[in-house]
């Protein structure tokens, strides 16, 4: 009960609220922002809440390596850990660590295949199944097809794990819809659960929300990112 109440004070769980409680196993979420903006600290911190839940995550990226990735994670822990003013930082760190896993593709290669060839991997050899996956860098939407999210979708659905991607907005000539969402991205509006926009607004990154799954009043959120320590906060 105690770790349940320290995880409620976070604001991930005003997120959650505003997406219809959750973007919800077997639906695909995106983050979208400029590059640069936070998307990679942005959706590590959903990681690092869910991992300090008892949750697992597969975090893949095809951008990063994964001494990069892994350190990044301890930046967000620790803010989150300092933030919420957690007890006994060491062992919720293991237990983090042991809940994660980091992969590391060359994005020319990786397939939804090799995504299923390691989550199968980790399932046989360590009874590990992923509550969440964070796909960082992949798919590139410019280059992907109708199949391919279906596919990572019904795996999703297979594993009961989220999955969270992300894509970059305000290239040059880049096309949007009345969203101002690219089309690249929202040619696949019907397969995507939650879209959400990282806005930077002065001293802080605005999050807007998008879409949230099929319903048509969009919550506004009175949440934005601290620049600072990467982590979600209220407005």
Do not use: C
């Amino acid at each position: 009960m105690m770790e349940k109440s320290m995880t409620d004070r976070s604001p991930v769980r005003v997120f959650e609220r505003a997406i219809g409680g959750g973007l919800g196993a077997g639906n695909l979420g995106v983050v979208l922002s400029r590059p640069g903006v936070g998307k990679t600290a942005f959706l590590i911190g959903l990681a690092v809440d869910r991992l300090l839940q008892g949750k697992k995550v597969l975090y893949i990226s095809t951008k990063e390596s994964v001494e990069h990735i892994s350190n990044f994670f301890e930046q967000i822990f620790q803010a989150t850990a300092a933030a919420l003013d957690l007890d006994d930082v060491p062992r919720r760190q293991l237990r983090m660590e042991r809940n994660r896993h980091i992969h590391v593709y060359n994005r020319k290669t990786f397939s939804v295949e090799k995504l299923e060839q390691a989550v199968g991997f980790l399932h046989e050899a360590m009874d590990f199944t992923p509550d969440m996956v964070i796909m960082d860098g992949t798919p590139r939407f410019e280059n992907t097809e109708d199949w391919e999210l279906d596919n990572i979708r019904e795996l999703a659905a297979k594993w009961q794990a989220e999955v969270w991607t992300s894509s970059n907005t305000h290239r040059e000539g880049q096309p949007a819809d009345d969203r101002g969402v690219p089309m690249t991205v929202a040619r696949f509006d019907a397969k995507l659960g939650v879209i959400v926009d990282l806005v930077p607004d002065r001293d802080s990154i605005q999050v807007k929300l998008i879409k949230e799954h099929n319903n048509p009043e969009i919550a506004q959120v009175q949440l934005e990112v601290d620049p600072r320590t990467m982590l979600l906060r209220w407005r």
